[in-house]
T-cell receptor
Framework: AQKVTQAQTEISVVEKEDVTLDCVYE???????LFWYKQPPSGELVFLIR??????QNEISGRYSWNFQKSTSSFNFTITASQVVDSAVYFC???????????????FGTGTQLKVEL | DAGVTQSPTHLIKTRGQHVTLRCSPI?????VSWYQQVLGQGPQFIFQ???????GRGNFPDRFSARQFPNYSSELNVNALLLGDSALYLC?????????????FGAGSRLTVL
């Protein structure tokens, strides 16, 4: 069975600080995908990134960066120079590779509430 | 382009009643998935439909059912409501291609069961 653990329930930082959100996953599949989603107070989940299990290169997108390490089954997310608008709940999720028409079953972690204060 | 739209946004029901939630996917998306998010938890997978056929079902009782229409919109039905069914119900659409699709979520339907 697949499992995603986000051990940090809530993190509070002051604006401009860097913050890392941890994600540890479990799966028996050799091919799988990892995601991060952001959920602002409005409730709508916003897609941030998708990585497949064969691509371990770290990725940077503006102030966001992701560190994927298969050896430790982790897919951590770092926000550099955090801003108040980054305040939200962040979810890490895991999916098996699906055939056409499938592959939409995401297993989510419990989320990390990030609060960025002035 | 419009995103994923869900209706109603909020609703209150009593135990034992029935509820129907509706979802319109992004134009061109052929797959719709439903997730339940209880307060303080991550979303839990309920169903996935692709080209009007069920392609996945999560660990939910038979009181939960869904269908997808020819225009790719979808309905989620829950019968004999229980207090524990109170949650945010999220619909997501995707193109439905091979691999793990990027899901685009709607804002959800918040159901309160009294």
């Amino acid at each position: 069975a697949q499992k995603v653990t986000q051990a940090q329930t809530e993190i509070s930082v002051v604006e401009k600080e860097d913050v890392t959100l941890d994600c540890v996953y479990e799966t028996r599949d050799t091919t799988y995908y990892l995601f991060w989603y952001k959920q602002p107070p409005s409730g709508e989940l916003v897609f941030l990134i998708r990585r497949n299990s064969f691509d371990e290169q770290n990725e940077i997108s503006g102030r966001y960066s992701w560190n994927f390490q298969k050896s430790t089954s982790s897919f951590n997310f770092t926000i550099t120079a955090s801003q108040v608008v980054d305040s939200a709940v962040y979810f890490c999720a895991l999916s098996e590779a699906g055939l056409t028409g499938g592959g939409n079953k995401l297993t989510f972690g419990t989320g990390t509430q990030l609060k960025v204060e002035l | 382009d419009a995103g994923v739209t869900q209706s109603p946004t909020h609703l209150i029901k009593t135990r034992g009643q029935h509820v129907t939630l509706r979802c319109s996917p992004i134009s061109g998306h052929k797959s719709v998935s439903w997730y339940q998010q209880v307060l303080g938890q991550g979303p839990q997978f309920i169903f996935q439909y692709y080209e009007k056929e069920e392609r996945g079902r999560g660990n939910f009782p038979d009181r939960f059912s869904a269908r997808q229409f020819p225009n790719y919109s979808s309905e989620l039905n829950v019968n004999a409501l229980l207090l524990g069914d109170s949650a945010l119900y999220l619909c997501a659409s995707s193109l439905g291609g091979e691999g793990a699709n990027v899901l685009t979520f709607g804002a959800g339907s918040r159901l309160t069961v009294l």
